[in-house]
């Protein structure tokens, strides 16, 4: 019966495998001609192939990390894992959705679970690697030197963004005034005057306002024909 069976959490079960692996990686490595003195893991350090392409964070993040789905809050920062991140900066806001704040975050956590390297995303497509938000003691009596420098880093920051924030800032709506048409007077357009050549012929070099009789193309017979 299932009552008789021992049963194991998650957590029992990961600590378990890991204590196997590790009590494997520390023993000697069977190659003791070879390497002597040396164990497992020592060799697999020591030996590693040099070709092996650099640790990718941010494809493991996606896969095989923690996944938190969040919000840009005051254009600047995003809540994961209880702790406040900031944009590496205010140009991020530029690559978001219109009207859209919601992105998801993957991290790798470290031994403890927290997050290591934080990257975010929106909708499949990478946006950026935030930077956690160092806390300092506001009480100036008590304050340490790393306080000061906490309290520094994080005005320039918030300037930055105010500064970047304000200038891309919509322009205030106004009303425009037409224009006024001008009391000039329109400037009048004189042609120059023209001169005939004395060598045109007598039809085209004769005077415009004689006497002009016009002669109907159409014959008085042609008419009486029409009209019967």
């Given at each position: ?8 959490t998650f957590e029992e079960l990961v600590a378990d495998d ?21 164990t497992r893991w020592d060799v697999l350090v020591a030996k ?12 493991l993040s996606r896969y095989i990390g923690e996944k938190v ?160």
């Amino acid at each position: 019966p299932w009552e008789d069976r021992k049963y194991y959490t998650f957590e029992e079960l990961v600590a378990d495998d890991r204590r196997d692996c590790e009590e494997w990686n520390n023993t000697l490595h069977p190659n003791q001609k070879k390497y002597p003195g040396m164990t497992r893991w020592d060799v697999l350090v020591a030996k590693i192939n040099p070709t092996l392409r650099p640790l990718d964070k941010l494809t493991l993040s996606r896969y095989i990390g923690e996944k938190v789905d969040t919000s840009i809050r005051r254009n600047s920062t995003v809540r994961v894992a209880n702790a406040d991140w900031w944009l590496s900066g205010p140009e991020v806001l530029e690559q978001l959705e219109p009207n859209n704040r919601k992105v998801t975050a993957y991290y790798l956590p470290d031994e403890e679970g927290k997050p290591t390297d934080v990257f975010l995303y929106q909708n499949d497509r990478y946006l950026d690697k935030v930077r956690p938000v160092v806390t300092y003691n506001r009480v100036m009596a008590v304050q340490t030197e790393e306080d000061r420098v906490a309290y520094t880093e994080q005005n320039k920051v918030l300037s930055h963004f105010s500064k970047y924030l304000n200038d891309h800032a919509i322009g205030k709506v106004g009303t425009g005034t037409p224009d006024q048409p001008t009391d000039d007077p329109e400037e009048e357009l004189e042609l120059p005057p023209v001169e005939l050549s004395d060598d045109l012929p007598a039809e085209l070099s004769a005077d415009p306002e004689s006497d002009y009789e016009w002669h109907s193309g159409i014959s008085e017979a042609m008419r009486a024909i029409s009209d019967m």
